[in-house]
């Protein structure tokens, strides 16, 4: 069996999307010849914790943490908890124009030493660093500048116009830009969530070749028995909403569009509930919830475990989706758990500003996209829902619908896409 280094900053047991790529790849890569050897960070201050997903670590994975100076890394040491200190978002502003690329560079020493044990101790046949942080492409960088290991770079956001890109100057935008160029230019393939992104990566490489697409996915394994706990419409009409909330993914359009609807049809106050899972970044839900008046209708259950979080989508009778970030961040980025709502085989509402990469819902025929400022029109495909009139499939039929998009076919890909690289 080969042996795959990958760099993750984020990793379980930090939770929330961003650690549910690298975790699956890790737990399939070994049925593909490919041992992974994972470094990260240790515990530092952030949003959501699940130990649970470190149960899906296959036996041949190693993971190796190492300390940083990164604000993350040191807020933990000092028991700052950065969601909720003053003190820790002060931090956290200061550190985008001290800090370049991003904020984890203070982890890339460590990273960068830890990674030169592993291949001091034995054979290390391809490097993997996922973005973001840009820090770990940097590291992998490092480490191709010199050995002969291949580099495969994964790109899960837009490197010049994601969510995660957000320089606070111009100068600080040059620099960023031209760090993505030589490390575009420098890894030996690169894959991509999306082709929007992979013509942005291509256009850095000057060139498509070795640029790869690999979307995120949904696992089927954490589909399994979930069918016989599916009871949609036994307690009245459920919405449910799973995942970060923050300025891009913002619930104040549906909040205005539930607020429309009651005020017409106030007899389905006491029928429906919306329930928004998740971890809340940089928002004030209760303050929402309140000025909406929809203390009544709104349930917020904060973060949950991941096994959770797909057992309420499929219990539910709807599940939403939010993207209300400007076009030019969320275009071509769809979330992590867009691949989960197909799988739950629920109907969607997808709130979106942007149609590009959520096709499926709309052509499979189960659910609507539809804009934040359609206030109107999302209260009346609510609506729509209450009244049955919108209907999805069994879980089980939705995983086989959507098995292109498995998590276990998707590192299938990336293990012929090591193979590649290392037979170079």
Request: glycine share 8%; proline share 6%; aromatic share 8%.
């Amino acid at each position: 069996m080969k042996t795959v280094l990958i760099f993750s900053y984020y990793f379980p047991p930090m939770g929330l999307g961003g650690v549910q790529r690298t975790l699956k790849f890790a737990k399939y890569l070994p049925q593909f010849g490919w041992r992974p050897l994972i470094v990260t960070v240790k515990d530092v201050s952030y949003h959501g914790h699940d130990e649970t997903l470190l149960e899906e670590l296959p036996p041949d994975a190693t993971v190796y943490r190492t300390g940083s100076y990164d604000p993350l890394r040191l807020a933990h040491r000092l028991k700052i908890r950065s969601s909720k200190s003053g003190f820790g978002a002060s931090v956290g502003d200061f550190s985008r124009w001290l800090l370049v690329p991003d904020k984890q560079i203070g982890w890339m020493p460590f990273a960068l030493s830890c990674a030169r044990d592993i291949m001091n101790a034995q054979p290390v046949d391809a490097v993997f660093s996922t973005f973001p942080p840009a820090s770990a492409h940097l590291v992998a960088a490092r480490l191709r500048d010199t050995t002969d290991v291949p580099w495969v770079a994964d790109y899960r956001d837009s490197w010049q116009s994601g969510e995660f890109s957000r320089p606070p100057s111009r100068l600080h935008g040059m620099v960023q830009e031209e760090i993505g160029r030589r490390c575009a230019a420098r890894a030996d393939r690169i894959i991509c969530v999306t082709d929007h992104i992979a013509a942005q990566i291509s256009e850095y490489r000057g060139g498509s070749d070795g640029v790869s697409v690999i979307s995120n996915g949904f696992d089927a394994e954490d589909f399994e028995g979930m069918g016989n706990d599916s009871v949609p419409g036994s307690n009245g009409f459920r919405l449910t909403y799973c995942g970060s909330l923050t300025v891009d993914r913002n619930p104040e359009p549906l909040f205005k569009a539930v607020r429309w609807l009651l005020d017409r049809y106030p007899e389905i106050e006491n029928e429906v509930t919306v329930t928004l899972v998740g971890a809340a970044i940089g928002l004030d839900l209760d303050g929402l919830v309140s000025y909406y008046r929809l203390e009544k209708v709104v349930r917020l259950s904060g973060y949950v475990t991941h096994r959770e979080s797909v057992r309420q989508l499929v219990r539910s009778d709807a599940v939403l989706m939010l993207i209300t970030s400007p076009p030019g961040r969320s275009r071509g980025v769809p979330t992590g758990k867009y691949y989960e709502c197909l799988a739950s085989g629920r109907p969607i509402l997808c709130v979106s500003t942007n149609r590009q990469g959520l096709a499926d819902i709309e052509e499979t025929g189960q659910g609507a996209i539809l804009d934040p400022s359609e206030t109107e029109a999302i209260a009346r495909y609510i609506k729509r829902l209450i009244e049955g009139r919108e209907t999805g499939v069994s879980p089980e039929t939705a995983v086989s619908r959507s098995k292109q998009f498995n998590r276990l076919n998707l590192a299938e890909r990336l293990g012929r896409i090591l193979d590649e690289a290392s037979y170079r």
